[in-house]
């Protein structure tokens, strides 16, 4: 069974049983979720706006 097969058997799911699926998921990666830092966010977002000024310009109008 590929991912998308487990997606759409998931989505089949009664809410209760999804809910178990959501606990096991959390348990396999600690639970844990990741941010971007504040400074990463900055770096990410100059090299976004540099790399398409004529984009943003236009978007801002």
Do not use: Y
Request: aromatic fraction near 8%; avoid cysteine.
């Amino acid at each position: 069974m590929n991912a998308a097969e487990v997606i759409e058997h998931f989505k089949h799911l009664p809410r209760e049983e999804q809910a178990k699926v959501v606990d096991f998921i959390r348990q396999q990666d600690g639970g844990e979720i990741a941010f971007a830092s504040d400074n990463q966010v900055q770096a990410i977002s100059e090299k976004v706006f540099s790399q398409h000024p004529e984009l943003f310009r236009k978007l801002s109008q």
